[in-house]
């Protein structure tokens, strides 16, 4: 049975760093798209950043470039989001998901393209 699990959230001060961890079973992660997403209350869930299969490809939203960084372990079948100078804002609950599109193709944040969804884990940014 295909499954994601996300670990890594916490309680984390304003400028601190935390490292989430998307680990799959049931499936070969290699072959999919990965993105991580994450909503806060009362708000849209929010593409965050994606790495496409086969070359790799990153994208980033604004808001989380160069403090963001994506990175996956095909051999672990693994993927994570390095989370640096994190700021209240960035208070969600995040999300891995991954998407079996064709290979090398430019990875999307638009949720509805994934097909397959961790639990999410909480981050929680104080000031």
């Known amino acids: 049975q295909a499954q994601i699990v996300e670990s890594g959230g916490g309680l984390v001060q304003s400028g601190g760093s935390l490292r989430l961890t998307c680990t799959a079973s049931?499936?070969?992660?290699?072959?999919?798209?990965i993105g991580w997403f994450r909503q806060a209350p009362g708000k849209e869930r929010e593409g965050v950043s994606c790495i496409s299969n086969g070359n790799g490809r990153i994208y980033y939203a604004d808001s989380v470039k160069d403090r963001f960084t994506i990175s996956r372990d095909d051999e672990r079948n693994t993927a994570y989001l390095q989370l640096n100078n994190l700021k209240p804002e960035d208070t969600a609950v995040y999300y891995c998901?991954?998407?079996?599109?064709?290979?090398?193709?430019?990875?999307?944040?638009?949720?509805?393209?994934?097909?397959?969804w961790g639990q999410g884990t909480q981050v929680t940014v104080s000031s």
């Open positions: 049931g499936f070969t992660l290699g072959y999919y798209a």
């Open positions: 998901a991954a998407d079996n599109g064709p290979m090398g193709f430019p990875c999307t944040v638009e949720p509805k393209t994934y097909n397959s």
